[in-house]
């Protein structure tokens, strides 16, 4: 199985809103009927990054992610501290071209992983700061080549002079 597809599956279930231990335990039941190999460890693993209470709770009811977060060191104590995924991609102003339609187009090389791209990305917290303009929003990227992305802007904000 690949991972990159496995985490995107993962990531589809773990950012709707109503992402619950029951939908994690569907998903991956789910995923136990349709590959030979479920890779826990890794689910373990984003979880614990991307939402980390949602980890405990589930940990909580199924013992097998319970004994492998022992396995793992992870102390169940430290999933309740919160930590916030973020990616800030300071740029100049003159990096930013404008578009047809008014958007603004940034490109941007970065040894970030793809995956924690994307999730930060669908989390929105993915931000981009500038100094002339107050409130840039990325509303899509692309993956141009290794490591090198598009990113999409639009101006929230006022222009600060």
Do not use: A
Request: overall charge neutral.
């Amino acid at each position: 199985m690949h991972h990159d597809n496995f985490i995107k599956e993962l990531d589809f279930v773990l950012t709707h809103p109503s992402c619950s231990v029951e939908n994690i335990e569907s998903f991956y039941n789910q995923c136990l009927y349709i590959y030979e190999t479920v890779p826990l460890f890794v689910i373990i693993n984003h979880m614990k990054e991307t939402k980390p209470k949602l980890l405990k709770n589930w940990s909580n009811s199924n013992k097998t992610v319970s004994k492998l977060l022992e396995d793992m060191e992870i102390q169940k104590d430290d999933l309740d501290k919160k930590r916030k995924v973020e990616i800030l991609v300071e740029v100049e102003d003159s990096s930013l071209q404008i578009s047809q339609n008014g958007y603004y187009i940034l490109f941007w090389n970065t040894e970030i992983e793809k995956s924690k791209i994307e999730s930060c990305f669908k989390r929105k917290t993915l931000k981009v700061i500038s100094k002339s303009f107050k409130n840039l929003e990325l509303i899509g990227y692309k993956l141009e080549k290794l490591n090198q992305y598009v990113l999409y802007l639009k101006n929230k904000g006022e222009l600060i002079i």
